[in-house]
């Protein structure tokens, strides 16, 4: 059983549709990282969040960790083809900054 | 700036064989990992260090040892290679402080025949 779940692990929709990635656990984690990685290579950071509630945004993509730190959310807005790609949560416990990863969401972006 | 140096890229091993993961940063990042990542799914913690000369299990360390041999290098050993260890294998470091992205080498694919 991984420590952090991640849902859907496959995730197939057309270009210009929005798309919504979740991050759950059981335990409450000090940071949550989300990672995107391309085929052949390492992931990528794409943001990080800190505070229970945050929100933050990278142009079509929207993060939102939960009020109690164990949770969080990737939306995309009006996908492109350019979106696909294996998208990963990270997350570090209070304890220290030891990093686990989610199963990841595998997201095809179809023109 | 080269970042997070993998070697070798690519292996093939005999069940049995030993060999020896090499990674090494040039960011002066304390903290550095071992992941594998198994065919379309996440990344499994195999070792890791907060600093120079400690290391702590991660969820997946049987069949493994590591050596932080100094800040910049952190080497992932297999003494006797079996087929289940067929994976990608991906190092990275980040700063010591909680939110610090890691920074990941491009892999070592191994396969176990």
């Known amino acids: 059983t991984q420590l952090l779940e991640q849902s859907p692990q496959f995730l197939s929709i057309q270009e210009g549709e929005n798309l919504t990635v979740y991050c759950n656990s059981s335990?409450?984690?000090?940071?949550l990282q989300w990672y995107r990685q391309e085929p052949g290579e390492g992931p990528v950071l794409l943001v990080t969040?800190?505070?229970?509630?945050e929100v933050k945004k990278l142009k079509r993509l929207t993060f939102q960790f939960g009020d109690a730190r164990k949770d969080s959310s990737l939306h995309i807005t009006a996908a492109q083809p350019g979106d696909t790609g294996l998208y990963l949560c990270a997350g570090a416990r209070a304890a220290g900054n030891k990093l686990t990863f989610g199963g990841g969401t595998r997201v095809l972006v179809k023109p | 700036n080269a970042g997070v140096t993998q070697t070798p890229k690519f292996q093939v091993l005999k069940t049995g064989q030993s060999m020896t993961l090499q990674c090494a940063q040039d960011m002066n990042h304390n903290s550095m990992y071992w992941y594998r990542q198994d065919p379309g799914m996440g990344l499994r913690l195999i070792y890791y260090?907060?600093?120079?000369?400690?290391?702590d299990k991660g969820e997946v360390p049987n069949g493994y040892n590591v050596s932080r041999l100094n800040k910049r290098e952190f080497s992932l050993r297999l003494e006797s290679a079996a087929p289940s260890q067929t994976s990608v294998y991906f190092c990275a470091s980040s700063l010591r402080e909680q939110g610090r992205a890691a920074f990941f080498g491009q892999g070592t694919r191994l396969t176990v025949v």
């Open positions: 260090s907060a600093s120079e000369g400690t290391t």
């Open positions: 335990s409450v984690f000090s940071s």
């Open positions: 969040v800190v505070t229970g509630g």
